[in-house]
């Protein structure tokens, strides 16, 4: 009899067009859009060097400690500027009137630096240039105190920085904010599955709906009738975001780490999670259908830009400002969970996202089992 309904539901649920739209298509078309999208979006964020000029006149020729400090810094792969040199003033000018550099030099009786607006490669070139003039300053008195320091190596400890701080990785994956999108559109779609949940209360509750009614005079018990169709629904979500997974892993190019079987777990245990709360709201709200529907995408929603699916330092604002609340929301818990395991080495942190999401579960699945079993019926 079990296996009967479980097949009839499932038939029915695949039937449902709506639902299929938007747990299975609905994602595939956000993973193709979050992947034109963010493809470039690191590489974007490579430093190129900066195009800067300066004026080659009688200043600048006689200041040998700028010319050497620039041209250090504008040699090599890891060089600040790309410098071009000219021989006017008014030539550094129509330069910089047309964009082909963001400023330039000229040496008179000091350093100046001419922009024409402000901006991120503008404000690396005056940083530059005034730590240029406070180290020229700062040896100028060290001589002017002592003759002697040339002779003791000042000009070669000018370039030495002592760092006392050693940065260690909390894993070995190399940071990508950019996976963060595609696991909380992971996560998205599992709460998605609430659709799934919805529609099982909703067709065992005999006063919304003809085929509940029919449904609660059928000689099967209800609850056997509302878990064949919970694991129907269930086997249906869980082959879906397999298919996600499987697309963003072969073709979007989407990294989960070395622990594949953690990442199928994790992807379960979201389809649960989504289940039980789509059971949950369904049971709990005694209005409409689409009273129902609208909280289940309200909060799937909210849950999902509070994790960062929208607005990816919204995830890390939270956890500064309000880190009870990114343990409280769900759909972060799922997408922090994926996150942990490509980038830690440790299962710490995944293992206590893996709890705390076990225990929503739970208390989604008692709190519907709760409801449902005392709800009767005096006549249907």
């Not at 002592?146 to 370039?159: M, T, Y």
């Amino acid at each position: 009899m079990f296996s009967h309904l479980f097949f009839t539901r499932m038939k029915c649920l695949l039937r449902n067009k709506e639902l299929m739209f938007w747990t299975l298509v609905f994602p595939l078309l956000m993973s193709t859009f979050f992947n034109m999208a963010f493809s470039n979006l690191n590489s974007a964020e490579t430093f190129k060097p900066v195009a800067v000029a300066v004026v080659n006149d009688a200043g600048y020729k006689q200041d040998a400690g700028f010319q050497q400090t620039l041209t250090m810094v504008s040699s090599g792969d890891s060089r600040i500027f790309n410098l071009r040199e000219v021989s006017t003033q008014e030539e550094a000018e129509q330069l910089l009137a047309s964009d082909e550099i963001e400023g330039y030099f000229s040496v008179a009786e000091s350093l100046a630096l001419t922009v024409k607006k402000s901006g991120l490669n503008q404000s690396i070139i005056k940083i530059f240039a005034d730590q240029y003039r406070q180290t020229a300053s700062a040896v100028g008195q060290i001589l002017a105190a002592n003759p002697q320091a040339l002779q003791n190596g000042l000009l070669e400890n000018l370039g030495l920085s002592r760092g006392y701080v050693t940065e260690v990785a909390a894993g070995s994956a190399a940071p990508n904010n950019i996976l963060n999108y595609f696991y909380s559109l992971i996560a998205m779609t599992c709460f998605y599955g609430s659709f799934f949940g919805l529609q099982e209360v909703t067709d065992i509750q005999a006063d919304l709906s003809a085929r509940a009614a029919r449904i609660n005079m059928s000689p099967v018990h209800k609850l056997k009738a509302f878990v064949a169709g919970l694991s129907a629904a269930l086997v249906i979500l869980y082959a879906e975001i397999l298919i996600l997974l499987a697309y963003l892993a072969f073709f979007v190019h989407v990294d989960f780490g070395p622990r594949v079987g953690y990442v199928l777990l994790t992807a379960f245990v979201g389809c649960i999670l989504g289940l039980s709360f789509g059971a949950l709201i369904s049971a709990a709200v005694k209005k409409g259908e689409g009273l129902k529907t609208a909280i289940l995408i309200c909060v799937t929603m909210v849950g999902s830009f509070l994790s960062g699916m929208m607005m990816l330092n919204m995830k890390y604002i939270i956890a500064q400002k309000a880190p009870l609340l990114a343990y409280l929301n769900p759909v972060n818990l799922l997408t922090d969970a994926f996150y942990s395991l490509y980038y830690y080495d440790t299962l710490n942190r995944y293992l206590l996202n893996l709890g705390l999401m076990g225990v929503f579960a739970a208390i989604f699945c008692l709190g519907t089992y709760s409801i449902i079993r005392r709800r009767k019926y005096a006549s249907l």
